[in-house]
Protein backbone atom coordinates (compact mmCIF):
# COMPACT_ATOMS: atom_id res chain seq x y z
CA UNK A 1 0.00 0.00 0.00
CA UNK A 2 1.35 3.41 -0.81
CA UNK A 3 0.54 6.31 0.94
CA UNK A 4 1.07 9.86 1.18
CA UNK A 5 2.38 12.00 4.81
CA UNK A 6 1.55 15.42 4.33
CA UNK A 7 3.28 17.22 7.72
CA UNK A 8 6.21 15.56 9.33
CA UNK A 9 6.25 16.82 12.77
CA UNK A 10 6.59 14.49 16.07
CA UNK A 11 3.55 12.02 14.71
CA UNK A 12 3.39 12.52 11.29
CA UNK A 13 7.14 11.31 10.60
CA UNK A 14 6.89 8.20 13.26
CA UNK A 15 3.79 6.89 11.09
CA UNK A 16 5.44 6.70 8.25
CA UNK A 17 8.52 5.35 10.29
CA UNK A 18 6.11 2.68 11.85
CA UNK A 19 4.56 1.92 8.41
CA UNK A 20 7.96 1.20 6.91
CA UNK A 21 8.90 -1.41 10.27
CA UNK A 22 5.15 -3.28 9.23
CA UNK A 23 6.61 -4.07 5.90
CA UNK A 24 4.37 -3.56 2.91
CA UNK A 25 4.12 0.23 2.68
CA UNK A 26 5.73 3.02 0.93
CA UNK A 27 5.61 6.59 1.58
CA UNK A 28 5.56 9.97 -0.23
CA UNK A 29 6.62 12.45 2.16
CA UNK A 30 6.14 16.45 2.24
CA UNK A 31 6.93 18.93 4.98
CA UNK A 32 7.47 22.76 4.77
CA UNK A 33 10.83 21.79 6.55
CA UNK A 34 12.70 20.45 3.76
CA UNK A 35 15.60 18.66 5.69
CA UNK A 36 12.66 16.79 7.58
CA UNK A 37 11.61 15.66 4.25
CA UNK A 38 15.47 14.75 3.25
CA UNK A 39 15.75 12.72 6.84
CA UNK A 40 12.66 10.29 6.35
CA UNK A 41 14.09 9.67 2.60
CA UNK A 42 17.54 8.69 3.71
CA UNK A 43 15.57 5.92 5.40
CA UNK A 44 13.62 5.05 2.52
CA UNK A 45 11.01 7.34 1.95
CA UNK A 46 10.25 8.79 -1.12
CA UNK A 47 10.71 13.20 -0.90
CA UNK A 48 8.58 15.47 -2.16
CA UNK A 49 8.56 19.22 -3.21
CA UNK A 50 5.18 20.33 -2.64
CA UNK A 51 1.64 19.20 -2.58
CA UNK A 52 1.74 18.59 -6.29
CA UNK A 53 4.49 16.41 -6.25
CA UNK A 54 3.14 14.12 -3.29
CA UNK A 55 -0.07 13.50 -6.06
CA UNK A 56 1.73 12.80 -8.78
CA UNK A 57 4.07 10.71 -6.66
CA UNK A 58 1.51 8.13 -6.06
CA UNK A 59 -0.69 5.97 -7.73
CA UNK A 60 -4.18 6.18 -8.17
CA UNK A 61 -6.47 5.49 -6.07
CA UNK A 62 -4.53 7.70 -3.93
CA UNK A 63 -4.14 8.12 0.42
CA UNK A 64 -3.19 11.35 1.61
CA UNK A 65 -2.70 11.25 5.19
CA UNK A 66 -2.65 15.55 6.22
CA UNK A 67 -0.93 15.36 9.70
CA UNK A 68 -0.63 19.18 10.66
CA UNK A 69 -2.06 21.22 13.64
CA UNK A 70 -5.63 21.73 13.59
CA UNK A 71 -7.04 25.14 12.11
CA UNK A 72 -6.07 27.22 9.26
CA UNK A 73 -2.86 25.33 8.01
CA UNK A 74 -4.81 21.83 7.59
CA UNK A 75 -7.80 24.03 5.83
CA UNK A 76 -5.14 25.41 3.26
CA UNK A 77 -3.60 22.27 2.55
CA UNK A 78 -6.96 20.31 1.90
CA UNK A 79 -8.22 22.85 0.22
CA UNK A 80 -5.35 22.74 -2.12
CA UNK A 81 -5.28 18.74 -2.27
CA UNK A 82 -8.80 19.25 -3.24
CA UNK A 83 -7.97 20.67 -6.86
CA UNK A 84 -5.20 17.73 -7.20
CA UNK A 85 -7.18 14.42 -6.26
CA UNK A 86 -8.90 13.23 -8.39
CA UNK A 87 -12.41 10.97 -7.73
CA UNK A 88 -11.88 7.71 -5.54
CA UNK A 89 -8.78 9.42 -3.84
CA UNK A 90 -8.71 9.49 -0.49
CA UNK A 91 -7.83 12.19 2.36
CA UNK A 92 -6.76 11.47 5.96
CA UNK A 93 -6.87 14.28 8.55
CA UNK A 94 -5.39 12.64 11.49
CA UNK A 95 -4.99 15.66 13.51
CA UNK A 96 -6.86 17.11 16.08
CA UNK A 97 -9.00 18.90 14.09
CA UNK A 98 -12.85 20.03 15.04
CA UNK A 99 -15.35 17.52 14.08
CA UNK A 100 -17.89 19.72 12.64
CA UNK A 101 -15.31 21.56 10.00
CA UNK A 102 -15.02 17.42 9.57
CA UNK A 103 -18.62 17.07 8.45
CA UNK A 104 -18.56 20.39 6.20
CA UNK A 105 -15.04 19.04 4.49
CA UNK A 106 -16.48 15.46 3.99
CA UNK A 107 -19.61 17.11 2.47
CA UNK A 108 -17.77 19.32 -0.22
CA UNK A 109 -15.27 16.86 -1.19
CA UNK A 110 -18.46 14.26 -1.54
CA UNK A 111 -18.99 16.32 -4.28
CA UNK A 112 -15.43 15.62 -6.52
CA UNK A 113 -15.89 11.92 -5.90
CA UNK A 114 -13.05 12.26 -3.65
CA UNK A 115 -13.68 10.44 -0.09
CA UNK A 116 -12.14 11.81 3.17
CA UNK A 117 -11.63 10.29 6.80
CA UNK A 118 -10.88 12.02 10.26
CA UNK A 119 -8.89 10.19 12.65
CA UNK A 120 -8.18 10.93 16.00
CA UNK A 121 -4.70 9.61 16.38
CA UNK A 122 -3.35 9.13 20.42
CA UNK A 123 -0.17 7.88 21.29
CA UNK A 124 2.21 10.87 21.09
CA UNK A 125 5.46 10.83 20.58
CA UNK A 126 5.75 6.78 21.80
CA UNK A 127 3.52 5.65 18.68
CA UNK A 128 6.31 4.50 16.69
CA UNK A 129 7.15 2.27 19.40
CA UNK A 130 4.02 1.38 20.96
CA UNK A 131 1.41 1.98 18.34
CA UNK A 132 -1.31 4.24 17.46
CA UNK A 133 -4.55 4.26 18.96
CA UNK A 134 -7.01 5.09 16.28
CA UNK A 135 -10.71 6.58 16.57
CA UNK A 136 -11.70 6.53 12.75
CA UNK A 137 -14.76 8.52 10.91
CA UNK A 138 -15.93 7.78 7.40
CA UNK A 139 -17.68 5.86 5.21
CA UNK A 140 -17.36 2.00 6.20
CA UNK A 141 -16.37 1.15 2.38
CA UNK A 142 -13.40 3.23 2.45
CA UNK A 143 -12.18 2.38 5.73
CA UNK A 144 -12.60 -1.20 5.48
CA UNK A 145 -10.22 -0.92 2.35
CA UNK A 146 -7.77 0.98 4.36
CA UNK A 147 -8.14 -1.72 7.04
CA UNK A 148 -4.25 -2.78 6.40
CA UNK A 149 -3.15 0.83 6.98
CA UNK A 150 -4.89 1.02 10.16
CA UNK A 151 -4.12 -2.23 11.54
CA UNK A 152 0.05 -1.52 10.70
CA UNK A 153 -0.32 2.05 12.81
CA UNK A 154 -2.52 0.30 15.43
CA UNK A 155 -1.09 -0.81 18.20
CA UNK A 156 -2.42 -4.86 18.40
CA UNK A 157 -3.32 -6.88 21.35
CA UNK A 158 -0.17 -6.78 22.92
CA UNK A 159 -0.45 -8.01 26.76
CA UNK A 160 -3.91 -6.18 28.49
CA UNK A 161 -6.22 -8.86 29.82
CA UNK A 162 -9.30 -9.58 27.48
CA UNK A 163 -12.35 -8.12 28.21
CA UNK A 164 -15.05 -10.37 29.03
CA UNK A 165 -18.76 -11.09 27.19
CA UNK A 166 -17.01 -9.30 23.71
CA UNK A 167 -18.02 -12.47 21.42
CA UNK A 168 -19.76 -11.08 18.15
CA UNK A 169 -18.06 -7.65 19.09
CA UNK A 170 -15.98 -5.35 16.14
CA UNK A 171 -12.47 -7.35 16.49
CA UNK A 172 -10.57 -3.91 15.95
CA UNK A 173 -11.32 -2.61 18.81
CA UNK A 174 -9.05 -4.86 21.43
CA UNK A 175 -6.40 -4.58 18.50
CA UNK A 176 -6.43 -0.30 19.46
CA UNK A 177 -8.26 1.04 16.25
CA UNK A 178 -12.41 1.80 15.95
CA UNK A 179 -14.49 2.54 12.56
CA UNK A 180 -16.52 5.36 15.11
CA UNK A 181 -18.66 6.26 12.92
CA UNK A 182 -19.55 8.82 10.22
CA UNK A 183 -17.81 11.82 9.14
CA UNK A 184 -16.90 14.06 12.47
CA UNK A 185 -17.05 10.78 14.63
CA UNK A 186 -13.66 9.88 14.90
CA UNK A 187 -12.38 13.59 15.76
CA UNK A 188 -15.69 13.95 18.31
CA UNK A 189 -14.46 10.83 19.94
CA UNK A 190 -10.86 11.54 20.31
CA UNK A 191 -11.85 14.97 21.34
CA UNK A 192 -13.58 13.60 24.39
CA UNK A 193 -10.62 11.75 25.00
CA UNK A 194 -8.23 14.77 25.45
CA UNK A 195 -11.16 16.22 27.35
CA UNK A 196 -10.70 12.79 29.63
CA UNK A 197 -7.40 13.83 30.01
CA UNK A 198 -7.54 16.62 30.92
CA UNK A 199 -9.25 15.68 34.28
CA UNK A 200 -7.14 12.68 34.60
CA UNK A 201 -3.64 14.81 34.32
CA UNK A 202 -5.47 17.19 36.77
CA UNK A 203 -6.88 14.63 39.43
CA UNK A 204 -2.87 13.23 39.52
CA UNK A 205 -1.45 17.08 39.80
CA UNK A 206 -3.61 18.40 42.41
CA UNK A 207 -2.93 15.16 44.43
CA UNK A 208 0.90 15.11 44.10
CA UNK A 209 0.44 19.02 44.84
CA UNK A 210 -1.40 17.71 48.18
CA UNK A 211 1.58 15.12 48.87
CA UNK A 212 4.47 17.73 49.04
CA UNK A 213 3.06 20.18 50.73
CA UNK A 214 2.12 17.46 53.53
CA UNK A 215 5.17 18.98 55.16
CA UNK A 216 3.87 23.10 55.48
CA UNK A 217 4.37 25.17 58.19
CA UNK A 218 0.86 26.10 57.77
CA UNK A 219 0.14 22.88 59.76
CA UNK A 220 0.59 21.90 63.16
CA UNK A 221 4.51 20.47 63.97
CA UNK A 222 2.65 17.15 64.78
CA UNK A 223 0.36 16.60 62.12
CA UNK A 224 3.07 17.70 59.05
CA UNK A 225 4.96 14.08 57.00
CA UNK A 226 7.61 14.52 55.04
CA UNK A 227 7.03 12.25 52.16
CA UNK A 228 9.04 10.80 49.42
CA UNK A 229 6.89 11.65 46.77
CA UNK A 230 8.62 9.93 43.87
CA UNK A 231 8.69 6.85 45.73
CA UNK A 232 5.14 7.33 46.26
CA UNK A 233 4.40 7.61 42.36
CA UNK A 234 6.42 4.42 41.74
CA UNK A 235 4.31 2.08 44.58
CA UNK A 236 1.27 3.49 43.18
CA UNK A 237 2.20 2.10 39.48
CA UNK A 238 2.60 -1.38 41.07
CA UNK A 239 -0.88 -3.14 42.26
CA UNK A 240 -3.10 0.45 43.19
CA UNK A 241 -6.28 0.74 41.63
CA UNK A 242 -4.74 4.17 39.95
CA UNK A 243 -2.00 2.67 37.64
CA UNK A 244 -2.03 4.57 33.66
CA UNK A 245 0.38 5.96 31.05
CA UNK A 246 0.24 8.97 33.15
CA UNK A 247 1.14 8.21 36.42
CA UNK A 248 4.35 6.53 34.43
CA UNK A 249 5.43 9.31 32.95
CA UNK A 250 4.62 11.23 36.35
CA UNK A 251 6.92 8.64 38.33
CA UNK A 252 9.82 8.96 35.69
CA UNK A 253 9.61 12.73 36.16
CA UNK A 254 9.78 12.89 39.52
CA UNK A 255 12.64 9.88 39.78
CA UNK A 256 14.76 12.69 37.50
CA UNK A 257 13.61 15.34 39.55
CA UNK A 258 11.44 14.88 42.43
CA UNK A 259 10.72 19.25 43.09
CA UNK A 260 10.51 19.75 39.01
CA UNK A 261 12.47 22.44 39.00
CA UNK A 262 12.76 22.00 35.23
CA UNK A 263 9.17 23.41 34.63
CA UNK A 264 7.74 26.38 35.05
CA UNK A 265 4.12 25.49 35.45
CA UNK A 266 2.74 27.58 32.63
CA UNK A 267 0.43 24.70 31.41
CA UNK A 268 -1.18 25.12 27.39
CA UNK A 269 -4.19 23.80 26.20
CA UNK A 270 -4.90 22.55 22.80
CA UNK A 271 -8.26 22.94 21.43
CA UNK A 272 -9.82 19.84 22.52
CA UNK A 273 -10.74 20.67 26.03
CA UNK A 274 -12.48 23.55 25.12
CA UNK A 275 -14.54 21.46 22.47
CA UNK A 276 -15.33 18.96 24.85
CA UNK A 277 -16.83 21.80 27.72
CA UNK A 278 -18.51 23.38 24.71
CA UNK A 279 -19.99 19.80 23.58
CA UNK A 280 -20.95 19.02 27.40
CA UNK A 281 -22.95 22.47 27.29
CA UNK A 282 -24.69 21.20 24.06
CA UNK A 283 -25.86 18.43 25.27
CA UNK A 284 -26.75 19.64 28.64
CA UNK A 285 -24.56 17.19 30.46
CA UNK A 286 -22.78 18.49 33.62
CA UNK A 287 -18.92 18.25 33.19
CA UNK A 288 -18.34 19.70 36.27
CA UNK A 289 -14.13 17.96 36.53
CA UNK A 290 -13.69 18.35 32.64
CA UNK A 291 -14.68 21.95 33.24
CA UNK A 292 -12.22 22.40 36.01
CA UNK A 293 -9.07 20.88 34.79
CA UNK A 294 -9.66 23.64 31.65
CA UNK A 295 -10.24 26.15 33.75
CA UNK A 296 -6.89 24.93 36.17
CA UNK A 297 -4.81 25.51 32.85
CA UNK A 298 -5.73 28.55 32.50
CA UNK A 299 -5.18 30.07 35.77
CA UNK A 300 -1.26 28.30 35.39
CA UNK A 301 -1.26 31.03 32.87
CA UNK A 302 -1.25 33.82 35.77
CA UNK A 303 0.15 31.72 38.75
CA UNK A 304 1.65 28.54 38.83
CA UNK A 305 1.65 25.52 41.84
CA UNK A 306 3.30 22.20 42.06
CA UNK A 307 0.66 20.57 40.78
CA UNK A 308 1.12 22.90 37.22
CA UNK A 309 4.78 21.36 37.53
CA UNK A 310 3.07 17.89 37.50
CA UNK A 311 0.81 18.98 34.34
CA UNK A 312 3.84 20.29 32.60
CA UNK A 313 5.71 17.24 33.17
CA UNK A 314 3.45 15.08 31.83
CA UNK A 315 2.62 16.72 28.58
CA UNK A 316 6.48 16.64 27.56
CA UNK A 317 6.56 13.19 28.67
CA UNK A 318 3.31 11.81 26.51
CA UNK A 319 3.64 14.63 23.52
CA UNK A 320 7.18 16.43 23.40
CA UNK A 321 5.05 19.41 24.64
CA UNK A 322 7.97 22.15 25.68
CA UNK A 323 6.14 24.93 28.29
CA UNK A 324 6.18 28.20 25.67
CA UNK A 325 9.01 30.15 25.84
CA UNK A 326 8.56 33.93 28.28
Given at each position: ??I?M?????M?A??VR?????G?F???V????S??????????ATG????A??V?R?????????????GK??E??I??LT?L?????VI?D??????????R?????????????DV?T??G??????G?CLM??????V??R?D??F?A????????????S?????PR???GYIH???????H???M???G?E?G?MQA?????????????K?L??E???D??I??I???W???S?????L???T??AL??N??L?G??G?????G??RW?????????VP????T?????RF???Q?????????????E?????K????
Amino acid sequence: MQIGMVGLGRMGANIVRRLHKAGGFSAVVYDANSSAVGSLAAEGATGAGSLADVVQRLTAPRIVWVMLPAGKITEATIDELTTLLQRDDVIIDGGNTFWQDDIRRAKALRQKGIHYLDVGTSGGVWGLERGYCLMIGGEKDVVDRLDPLFAALAPGFGDIPRTDSRAGRDPRVEQGYIHAGPNGAGHFVKMIHNGIEYGLMQAYAEGFDILKNANSKALPEEHRLDLDIADIAEVWRRGSVIPSWLLDLTAQALARNATLDGYSGHVEDSGEGRWTVNAAVDEAVPAEVLTAALFARFRSRQSHTFAEKVLSAMREGFGGHKEPKK
